[in-house]
């Protein structure tokens, strides 16, 4: 079992910057691969980005390509997401999910965090 807490979320200006932490807790983090995934109101979940268990492998969504980066630190038990060059379509709740396989499905990600909004005004 693993349990995800995501932070770092909050409001920006169009343009700017935010980065986002998920904490897991669990001997076996390491074993995972690692995705973020948006909802935006009114919005089907989204894939955003993926990470092996080694970090050694990431997909991103077309819409965020070159903006996004997601790393990991195995040690700390944590993924990040920095978000540069926000724009006001990127407004949503993100959400960090653990998977067996790297994959972009939502449906194949096991265990969720709760989420954590993120705004960016125009």
């Known amino acids: 079992q693993v349990q995800l807490v995501e932070s770092g979320g909050g409001l920006v200006q169009a343009g700017g910057s935010l980065r986002l932490s998920c904490a897991a807790s669990?001997?076996?983090?390491?074993?995972?691969?690692m995705g973020w995934f948006r909802q935006a109101p009114g919005k089907e979940r989204e894939f955003v980005a993926a990470?092996?268990?080694?970090?050694?492998?990431?997909y991103y969504a077309d819409s965020v390509k070159g903006r996004f980066t997601i790393s990991r630190d195995n040690a700390k038990n944590t993924v990040y997401l920095q978000m540069n060059s926000l724009k006001p379509e990127d407004t949503a709740v993100y959400y960090c999910?653990?998977?067996?396989?790297?994959?972009?499905?939502?449906?194949?990600?096991?265990?969720w965090g709760q989420g954590t909004q993120v705004t960016v005004s125009s």
């Open positions: 669990g001997r076996t983090f390491s074993s995972y691969a």
């Open positions: 990470i092996s268990w080694s970090g050694g492998s990431t």
């Open positions: 999910a653990a998977a067996d396989e790297l994959v972009v499905v939502t449906s194949w990600y096991d265990y």
